[in-house]
């Protein structure tokens, strides 16, 4: 249930000075109430804080400190002077400082977990998951941090060598969504660092304190004062602070996960000083369901991308588009496991659906639904929110006879809203999948080879799950096409973000 006792630990915590709390039976230990810059653990320069709640209940859980420009610059002069020294640290140090890291976040990483589902809400199980997935991509680039290779290149006359080497851009800035806490963070910060950036993070305001344990971790694993900076605020002080990690002369990258409207103004912001930029943004994806599929898998892959986290997930299926001879088939069996779930607090062991985010997250969700009723959807299951339960739970819905015009075919939905649309062949699925600005994910399940390779390729989208629902790994590439976003998380073209290259051309040899 609710820790109470956490809480009660955690307003001491957020009252003294000291950096750790040790919290008897709810052993939560990695709380802060404060930022770090420069190594240490400061407030606000002007003093101010910003509350924090735990969606599930409305409680107020903590405050973290409300920094504004002038902390940004602070953290980002720390993150300056420190650039020299870990740009020439050697890689295969950086790499055990991370791996030191990753470490740590696997020896507490229940404690983290509690943390995660406290401040935003998922079940306790999703939060491990999310734990597991985050902490991959610094055990994988503490590995790739040895693999940052130049080139040597044949010069076409005499007399000389032609050399390609990577470079650490600098200071880079990182700035990060609510929905995955975590694993944005260790996504962003594990390539920067490996390539030998420093960084300042500016995590979600409804999710600072877990940002802030994992920074807690990076200082005792022994990364140096200054390479890991972190600021955070309330949204008001987000806009302000944006502008300064993009426009500021000694930022040399900006990395933004969110919503595309904000990338867009954050991607101009950049072009004032021509900074390296990459944007994770909105999806809108497809879900296709051939009638060659295995339904019993389909559905199963549609539970797994749909309602993960609520449906606050950027590659989450935002529409099902499933083929005449399955559809009825289909839309019952993904009803019957909706009715199935358990809606509810996260911190209870039997819950797999737990609140949306926020009230602004719930209201967009509502609207969504009333949108399509009113232009005609029909409602299957769910439609309005679990009042009984709390504030921002929502019950998951199903809606079918879906049009273009509604909202919930063109919008990213962010919600546990499943929308599906019948066609009737490969051209029309394929057009309806690709008839948006976003190009995220895309998901199709086919027991068809040669409709698999032709639909893969025709797919206007950066990532697909062929007959699979969940896609991610720190092995793979992330990122879209189309407003979706520029550049890619993740893999060995993740530190490619981070790094630039210098043509270094030895004469007279
Ligand atoms: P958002 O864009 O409102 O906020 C994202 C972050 O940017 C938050 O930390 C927020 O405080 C900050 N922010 C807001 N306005 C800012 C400004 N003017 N300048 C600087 N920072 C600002 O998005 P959100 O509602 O927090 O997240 C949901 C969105 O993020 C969805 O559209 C989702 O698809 C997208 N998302 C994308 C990915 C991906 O990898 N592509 C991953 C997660 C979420």
């Not at 804080?49 to 973290?64: L, S």
């Not at 007399?159 to 806490?181: C, D, H, S, Y």
């Not at 639909?455 to 799950?465: D, K, P, S, T, Y």
């Not at 879209?480 to 051309?505: A, D, M, P, Q, T």
Request: proline letters at 4%; glycine letters at 10%.
């Amino acid at each position: 249930r609710v820790p109470k006792d956490c809480l009660r630990l955690f307003r001491m915590q957020a009252s003294s000075s000291s950096r750790f709390v040790n919290s008897g039976k709810m052993s939560i230990s990695f709380l802060h109430n404060k930022c770090f810059i420069n190594g240490s653990w400061v407030d606000a320069k002007s003093g101010k804080t910003f509350e924090v709640n735990n969606p599930a209940t409305g409680e107020v859980i903590g405050v973290a400190p409300d920094m504004d420009v002038e902390d940004a610059r602070a953290a980002i002069n720390a993150a300056s002077d420190a650039f020299p020294a870990w740009a020439k640290t050697p890689a295969k140090e950086r790499g055990v400082m991370l791996r030191k890291w990753y470490d740590l976040m696997v020896l507490n990483a229940d404690e983290i977990a509690k943390i995660l589902t406290w401040e935003a809400g998922k079940p306790l199980s999703e939060s491990k998951g999310e734990i597991t997935y985050g902490n991959s991509f610094i055990d994988w680039f503490a590995e790739e941090a040895r693999r940052i290779n130049g080139e040597v290149l044949q010069s076409p006359v005499r007399n000389r060598e032609m050399i390609l080497l990577k470079q650490p851009i600098g200071v880079a800035a990182l700035i990060t969504p609510w929905n995955f806490p975590h694993a944005m963070i260790t996504r962003k910060a594990g390539a920067a660092l490996a390539a030998g950036c420093t960084c300042v993070i500016r995590p979600a305001e409804d999710t600072p304190f877990t940002a802030l344990a994992l920074v807690d971790l990076a200082d005792k694993a022994g990364i140096p004062k200054g390479v890991i900076n972190i600021v955070t605020s309330g949204r008001p002080n987000a806009a302000p602070i944006g502008k300064e990690l993009c426009e500021n002369p000694l930022v040399a990258g900006l990395s933004f996960t969110g919503s595309t409207e904000v990338g867009k103004r954050l991607y101009k912001q950049c072009a004032t000083g021509v900074k390296r930029v990459g944007l994770e943004l909105g999806g809108n994806a497809p879900f296709v369901v051939f009638n060659s599929a295995d339904i019993n898998k389909a559905v199963d892959g549609a539970v797994a991308s749909k309602f993960r986290n609520c449906g606050q997930t950027c590659i989450s299926a935002n529409r099902f588009i499933i083929q005449d001879g399955v559809f009825d088939e289909f839309v019952e069996k993904l009803r019957d496991r909706m009715s199935k779930f358990k809606i509810g607090n996260g911190m209870d062991s039997d819950v797999n659906q737990g609140p949306l985010i926020n009230a602004a997250q719930v209201n967009k969700v509502e609207s969504i639904v009333k949108d399509a009723v009113d232009k005609g959807a029909k409602v299957l299951h769910g439609g309005e929110r679990a009042s009984n339960i709390g504030q921002l739970f929502y019950v998951p819905t199903l809606l079918v006879d879906i049009k273009p015009n509604m909202a919930c075919y063109t919008e990213e939905i962010f919600g546990p809203v499943a929308v599906c649309l019948k066609f009737k062949t490969e051209e029309e699925a394929v057009a309806i999948s690709n008839g948006t600005s976003r190009g995220l994910a895309g998901y199709f399940y086919s027991n068809d080879l040669n409709q698999a390779w032709r639909v893969a390729r025709n797919l206007e989208v950066g990532m697909i799950g062929i007959n699979e629902g969940l896609i991610s790994a720190a092995e793979a590439a992330f990122g879209g096409v189309k407003e979706s976003g520029i550049g890619r998380e993740g893999s060995s073209h993740g530190i490619e973000e981070f790094v630039y290259i210098k043509y270094l051309c030895f004469g007279g040899i």
